[in-house]
């Protein structure tokens, strides 16, 4: 394992015992046996750590997905591509119910980490495509993006009261229209 997971497994680890507003990066290298060095090597702090886990278990699956599917079989699919958004969290309930909690109202830590990679991957996913163009494109991305970290920030602090799917279906039935306006520019 290296430096990167094992601060990653130390992370969850300390979430689990702590609020996150009370970990520190001393606690997250004492507990992995590494330097403050190593640590400021890999990550600028521990949001960033919070960011690369975001990444992994939701980010890169659905990157992956991307893949395998132009924009217009995205839409088609939109249902269950919002599924594959919510499963991870689902599956980590424990961890992401953890991190939220205390969060919510106090610390917008996570509502900015998701909307930032999911942003990013907004702008992948829309392309070249003429949904929108320059400016209104970031406008649009970074619309999704946020709409959709409250929204899971909202889910996770609840208590995840939907599975994935229904979950991805509301959200479908909330945002659908836009991708239906603008399916011709797909």
Known sequence: MGAREAFERCFRELVMEKPYQKITV??????????????????????????????????????????????????????????????????????????????KGVDDTFVRVVTHSLEQLNLEIMGDSEISSGLEREY???????????????????????????????YEKMTGFYWLDNSKDI
């Not at 969290?89 to 205390?102: A, G, S």
């Not at 970290?149 to 991805?168: S, Y």
């Open 26 to 103: 001393t606690e997250i290298c004492r507990k992995a046996h590494l330097s403050r060095k190593t640590f400021y090597d890999n990550f600028q702090d521990k949001e960033e750590i919070l960011q690369a886990i975001f990444e992994d278990d939701v980010v890169k699956p659905v990157r992956t997905m991307n893949t395998l599917l132009s924009v217009r079989q995205s839409r088609d699919l939109q249902g269950i591509y919002m599924q594959n958004v919510y499963v991870p969290i689902y599956e980590d309930k424990e961890f992401y119910q953890k991190l939220i909690r205390p969060m």
């Open 140 to 170: 649009v991305a970074y619309y999704f993006a946020s709409s959709q970290a409250m929204f899971m920030q909202k889910w996770i602090f609840d208590g995840m009261l939907f599975t994935p799917q229904e979950l991805g279906t509301l």
